[in-house]
């Protein structure tokens, strides 16, 4: 007989346990456990303070990728889930795939991705709630991807109102984007403080970024989240 295949973690339980700061992983992609986490430092990406580089500015204004919102979230996970230069393994068990894809289809997890015609080259996704987003994972099949879809889900949170990005565990990367180390203690007044809803969602944000490049022919998305990034950066 064959093992009976682990539940899902509920949208419910997921939900509670970012609101509390704690979030679930596992030791590997086949791992059938879990265990929940609370750093006891956060990495937070301020919405004002990312810092665009010159270089993926020009990316931006090229339109190197085509970007959408919310279109192949599975996918995403899974790529972000794949095998990596960097890492051994992967904390993204098919349970939690799974998991995060029962809250996608909620309306509380998102994703951000990058093609190259009819190939998805990178994202990232996260958990959003209130005005916080939390980021989980990103990936790049090509150079540069993965910190184009960073920058748009930075400036698409903006728009939508977000008032914290965190970023779980502080990187090297993500420090010299521009995110800054909080202590748990800190980061949950954040939290308590952002419990406000967010002016739009993030399609939402999406959508009315697209509307208004269509609207000014010498402008495109890129270009958009460019100069916002720029504004506020």
Not at 158 to 177: I, N, P
Request: hydrophobic share 40%; net charge negative; proline share 5%.
């Amino acid at each position: 007989m064959h093992a009976p295949m682990p539940s899902l973690i509920s949208p419910e339980l997921l939900l509670s346990a970012y609101r509390h700061g704690i979030f679930p992983m596992a030791d590997s992609r086949t791992d059938t456990e879990i265990f929940w986490v609370e750093p006891r430092e956060r990495a937070i990406l301020p919405i004002d303070g990312f810092r665009l580089s010159r270089s993926l500015a020009r990316t931006l204004r090229r339109g190197k990728f085509l970007v959408t919102c919310n279109t192949a979230f599975r996918e995403v996970v899974r790529g972000c889930a794949g095998p990596r230069e960097d890492a051994d393994g992967t904390w993204i068990s098919g349970r939690i795939e799974a998991s995060y894809a029962a809250l996608h289809a909620r309306g509380d997890a998102h994703s951000i991705e990058c093609w190259e015609g009819e190939t998805l080259v990178g994202g990232v996704y996260g958990v959003g709630f209130d005005s916080v987003f939390c980021g989980e994972s990103m990936f790049s099949r090509r150079t540069d991807a993965s910190k184009v879809a960073l920058a748009w889900l930075v400036a698409l949170l903006g728009r939508a109102g977000c008032k914290v990005f965190d970023c779980q565990f502080m990187t090297s990367h993500l420090e010299s984007l521009g995110a800054v180390p909080l202590t748990q203690k800190a980061y949950m007044q954040m939290v308590a403080d952002a419990a406000v809803p967010q002016r739009m969602t993030l399609e939402q944000a999406y959508a009315s970024l697209s509307s208004e490049a269509e609207d000014d022919p010498s402008s495109s998305p890129g270009k958009l989240i460019a100069h916002s990034l720029t504004q506020t950066s």
